[in-house]
């Protein structure tokens, strides 16, 4: 039929279509009469399998989802097909993730040989200048390389070595007692040589160490089941640290320069320190110069954290493992261990503050390297073990890593996590300084009753640690100043003993009188190097409460535990550093200079400045090596003159010698 067919419609049917409608229309009114008293009911029907389809679709499960998802992809793909960029992209794409190992290691390998170049390239042009980058980068290497040897070949090297191990197993019951007994004999004897070389304060020194030793086992929790092998190799690789740092060459050499490179490296926080606060930000000095360097410290702790070498050197060195997750599950003597540690050093975050404050880096370093294996000896020789341990150290060494997605948000969550940090330094700062004024004045008010207004916390703290610091091989003349160091490190903080020691070491290279009106303003170097190894811990009263609720936090089931050892933890931490005090006395003695005779004979006899650093140092040497068996029996230590141990006596006024009792003669 044609469209014109299909417009044209004739009179008779659009008649017939309206009677139809018509009718239509009545039968659809009779109906709505019958069907309305059931559309309630059809009404509650359908609703019902609307519920029922609902339910029905939140049962449907998600592989559906995907499938469809799977499907519309392929129906876009088959609509819009990839084009010639698109199919290139996909290539490179599928190329990169089967060469994916391939390309980092050209990469890596890229990046290599251009920093080999650039250390060859500075090596040429001036290779003292490049020579901490040599070595440096050879240390690197080599790490590096043992790492892969020991990952490809550690048990192929353990078959090789067994016969060897086998073998001393055998005979090891007869060859430890050689060994042992070979290593006291080089002792001794070594101890001889020195002390001829050096004078007889080294022998106070390892007199002390031993009287430490002895101590720690009578008052021990277990006397009889001390297992004394990990006690001395850990006084023994305690030793042999400070041996290579402190009296061999390369040793000390290394460790100075880190110590200048460490201290160069801090400096750089001046520039963040001045920006925020000004030029004239070094007029509060504590606030706005020192406190800083432990912001700085923090990021870059992070940033090194977050690219694995923190983990790495940590290996290197089989330290701080990551504890946590085995508190619930340790021993006694081990929890014990752990505290003790924790208390016998430092935390690297306030190792910047110190050597901001002019105590020495060397020594500082040194300090913190050393009492790391004698905690753990006083530790194991203070509570020994008694049970089966659990933790082995295979399972134990898992590494703590970063949350942190790139470098600079690492950088920003550790300036972020050094607030609390810095908030409580300087609270407690302000606290302590604070309460140890007010304990002062209240000493004076107190001893002014008695006529004696001198009494102090500082003079009540040199009489009470006064023979510790003895025992270290401090100058008996220093020594009272010395205990004052320890008394506010272990009642106060580290931070007090430390701000009051630069004071000393400040006043000591201004080189002024060492004595004004009686009382003795500065030390000498050697008794300013023991105080610094036995201030370098957290053990102190105030830490006591930390310690207790940081591990609490960690496992609380064991709080009865470790509040139980918390004391002695404290106690064994002080003793680690006190040790460590010792090891550093024995080992950094200086020697006698020979031209000690041609300063005190020009200065006695000549109008010089008598109160100078080099004088006071060879009188002090004078008067540590006088022999005194009563008045005119007096005999100068050095081939000294009587005249000039007189007049050494009368400028440092020493409490040991009387000086009346020597004769007036040359």
Known sequence: MSSMELRTVTASEADSYQNTAFQNEEDI????????????????????????????????????????????????????????????????????????????????????????????AACVLNFHRALPLFVITVVAIFFVIWDHFMAKYEHQIDEFLSPGRRLLDSHWFWLKWVIWSSLILGVIFWLIFDTAKLGQQQLVSFGGLNIYIIL??????????VYWRPVFWGIGLQFLLGLLILRTKPGYIAFDWLGKQVQTFLEFTNAGASFVFGEKYTDHFFAFKILPIVIFFSTVMSMLYYLGLMQWIVRKSESPLLVRPYLPYITKSELHAIMTAGYATIAGSVLGAYISFGVSPTHLLTASVMSAPASLAVAKLFWPETETPKITLKNAMK??????????????????????????????????????????????????????????????????????????????????????????????????????????????????????????????????TIATYALC??????SLGIAIGALTSMAPSRKDDIISGAMRALISGTTACFMTACVAGILSGTPVDVSCHHILENVFNSSLPRNTTNVVSCCQTLLSSTVVNGPGKVIPGGNHSLYSLKNCCQLLNPSSLNCSWIPDAF
């Open 29 to 120: 009114n009779e109906n709505q009469n019958t069907s309305g008293n059931n559309s309630i009911r059809n009404r509650v029907v359908q609703n019902s399998k609307h519920v029922n389809a609902k339910q029905g679709e939140e049962q449907v499960p998600i592989e559906q989802d995907s499938l469809r998802n799977e499907e519309d992809e392929e129906d876009d793909q088959v609509m819009h097909p990839n084009g010639c960029l698109a199919r290139k992209y996909d290539a490179v794409c599928d190329f990169r993730r089967k060469h994916r190992t391939t390309i980092r290691y050209i990469i890596w390998g890229i990046l290599l040989a251009g920093y080999l170049a650039m250390v060859i």
């Open 216 to 225: 720690l086992f009578l008052f021990s929790k277990y006397p009889t089941k």
């Open 399 to 528: 590494m703590e890593t970063g949350d942190s997605r790139n470098l600079l948000e690492a950088a920003t969550q550790g300036a972020s996590a050094s607030i609390s940090l810095v908030a409580n330094i300087a609270v407690n700062l302000i606290a302590f300084i604070a309460l140890l004024s007010f304990m002062n004045s209240a000493l004076s008010w107190f001893g002014n009753m008695l006529d004696y207004p001198q009494l102090s916390f500082e003079l009540i703290c040199s009489y009470i640690f006064m023979p510790f610091s003895f025992m270290m091989g401090v100058d008996w003349q220093d020594s009272f100043m010395v205990a004052k160091l320890l008394g506010y490190k272990t009642f106060f903080n580290e931070f007090v003993a430390y701000e009051h020691l630069s004071k000393l070491i400040n006043l000591r290279k201004e080189a002024g009188p060492k004595f004004v009106n009686g009382v003795q303003q500065y030390m000498s170097i050697r008794s300013e």
């Open 537 to 542: 811990g957290f053990a102190n009263i105030s």
